[in-house]
């Protein structure tokens, strides 16, 4: 319920986020990674049940290598919570792992070794091939399964009634996303617009989607593209963030008034008749809502970057397994350094909503050929790049962070960008 049983409330709804603050020295890294899963004997999707190899097999797989408690839903396991981690089914059935937090990042990059080789273990005793791309690059979406999950099927309907693309995003891409601690209130807005500044120029660093139907694109980042075509009330982000006084009230009150997608009753989820979780909590029915409805609400927001007791930022395509710890260490360095983000902000002075979503736009298209403003995003990323480079080497946060600079150095180099 919420808080001491009574109503919720817009100051609830506050203290849920300002009451998470994380002081400076305990602060911790979280990652999740989705894969996608093709059947080696003809690259076709896998299903959930049925003709083997199938989504279901992996979590067993999973579950007697690694151990934990399998989730069901009506009976299906839909997931894995563990010490390690969690598993979770996205809804072509994309095997997502999220990862518990860390305050070292050499912990948290074993951790993804242990995760990733436990999938190419059960790739190699199912007859499954991950995909190293971030957009399914062969496959229409009519060939993609769905999972048995009750969230998707009501978001299948909702969200493909909003976007041309949606069921693409939903069944056919792959992502990285990095969860992030703040201090306080101005230190959540602080990394909050830092992160948006910098969205298109994670997309175009970690753009890895070229391919579509059997054919090129014509986008760097074709995953970008189709979060362009979802649904513009709860994707991309909001004018807000780049105004002034953007904070985490002002954020309160923007994720209040996006139309619900479902709400939990119980075990079950349960449409909503169109209204805004402002217009629930404002109502006669506003004595019923619970903390965990806008903890479901905040769920089905997905923005670039977006908040629950932790800050997430979105913005990078999957990456090849020895590639993919680039993206925390990058996000690191920046949101963790105080240099490294006094220089994100620096580049978004100037940049208002329309010049960012051009940005976004340019980035999934031309990928580092593309611009923020006036300036390119080769010359942005470089930068951004080497901020985030020297905070791991000095060791802004943790001593333990040096070694994640390779990882960096490592991408400069493939993006041929002046670092180091």
Partial sequence: MSSAGSRLSRDVLLDYFLRAAVPRPAWRVGL????????????????????????????????????????????????????????????????????????????????LAEHLQVLREAGSSLGIAWLDEAVDPRHEVLDMPWMPKARYRIMRDRLGARGALAHRMMTQTASIHCAFDFADAADWARKFRAAAVLAPVATAMFANSRRVDGADSGFH????????????????????????????????DWVLDVPLLFRRRGPDLVLPDGSTFRQLLEGPAGHALELEDWVTHCSSIFTQVRSYTYLEVRSADLQPDDRAFAVPAFWTGTLYGEAALDAALDAGSGIDHAAWSAAMDSAARLGLGGRLGSRGL??????????????????????GDGGAALHLEALASRLALPVG
């Fill in 32 to 111: 999740e990674v989705e894969k996608m899963g093709r059947r080696l004997s003809d690259g076709r999707p896998i299903p959930y049940d049925g003709e083997a190899p199938t989504v279901r097999a992996v979590l067993d797989f999973i579950q007697e290598r690694r151990g934990g408690q399998l989730v069901l839903e009506d009976g299906c396991p839909i997931g894995i919570d563990a010490p390690w981690g969690s598993i979770s089914l996205e809804p072509g059935g994309q095997v997502e792992w999220s990862s518990p937090p860390y305050r070292e990042l050499a912990r948290l990059e074993r951790a």
């Fill in 221 to 252: 980042s074709f995953r970008q593209a189709i979060w362009r075509e979802t649904d513009d009330d709860r994707c991309g982000l909001p004018p807000i963030v780049f105004e002034a006084d953007f904070g985490i009230e002002r954020w309160i």
């Fill in 378 to 399: 080769r010359e942005v990323a470089a930068e951004a790049l080497e901020h985030s480079r020297r905070s791991l080497r000095r060791g802004d946060r943790s001593e």
